[in-house]
């Protein structure tokens, strides 16, 4: 009886001979030497003889190739012996296995640039407290956490000064508030962090005027170091929106 051996084709191949062998031997192993399938059968097989049995199961296998497949298994060892089991069984012999290494696992993906657009608060003067939490768009497939802090300097000699209250993302005028210096007012500079790295900065200056009655509010918006001058103003100019390129 014939035996059929070695079917299986490791990941990594070449062409080699799968063949069936006298009593599970009659083939040697094929280079390299991880390849599994045994080489066709020793001489022992006359030449007629050879012929004859390939015609056989060529014949066969294209006749049985015709009935239909009920259960679209057309491999040995599943359990199922059908008439597509006989086909394959009897054409593989005489088939050149031909395979290759297996697709490589997709590499990761590197580094993406983000280009993450930041829209300054919506503010309206006058006013005697600014929220000026910003707006972050562009996000999408950032994991990070965006923040961004307020401090106050003297224009002039960039000394911190502290004319004004300042918590979070919210300036205020304080209680007791007698005015500041003017020109230039305050500086004030909102610092952008992602995952608290620096990432960009605003700088501007808020003016505060008494509106009587020992009451001050912010009434102007400045930038005093652009050329010319920009403002006053009594809201941000759209122009002065930020963009950030953050890669990650």
């Not at 299986?8 to 599994?36: D, I, L, Q």
């Not at 950032?142 to 960039?158: C, D, I, K, P």
């Not at 993302?169 to 508030?177: E, K, Q």
């Not at 007698?178 to 909102?190: F, L």
Request: charged share 10%; aromatic share 12%.
């Amino acid at each position: 009886m014939k035996k059929i051996r070695n079917m299986n084709v490791p990941g990594e191949c070449t062409n080699g001979y799968a063949g069936p062998v006298e009593n599970g031997r009659g083939g040697s192993r094929k280079s390299p030497v991880n390849f599994t399938g045994a080489s066709p059968p020793s001489n022992r097989f006359s030449f007629i003889r050879k012929k004859i049995t390939a015609a056989f199961f060529i014949l066969t296998a294209l006749i049985f190739s015709f009935f239909p497949r009920t259960d679209q298994s057309n491999t040995l060892g599943d359990g199922k012996f059908t008439f597509n089991d006989i086909v394959y069984a009897m054409a593989l012999p005489f088939s050149v296995f031909t395979s290759c290494k297996p697709e490589p696992e997709p590499e990761p993906m590197g580094p993406t640039q983000h280009t993450v657009m930041v829209t300054l608060a919506s503010v309206s003067l006058p006013s005697t407290s600014l929220d000026l939490t910003p707006n972050y768009s562009g996000t999408s497939g950032l994991t990070g956490t965006f923040t961004s802090t307020l401090t106050e300097t003297n224009e002039t000699t960039g000394v911190v000064t502290n004319y004004f209250t300042i918590d979070g993302n919210t300036i205020s005028i304080p209680a007791g508030f007698t005015g500041s210096p003017w020109p230039p007012p305050p500086r004030v500079t909102q610092t952008f962090y992602y995952n608290g790295e620096v990432i960009g900065s605003l700088h501007f200056n808020l003016r505060a005027q008494s509106m009587g009655g020992g009451v001050y509010n912010f009434t102007q918006i400045y930038s005093w170091t652009a050329t010319p001058p920009g403002g006053p103003f009594t809201s941000f100019p759209a122009a002065w929106n930020l963009s950030f390129v953050i890669t990650e």
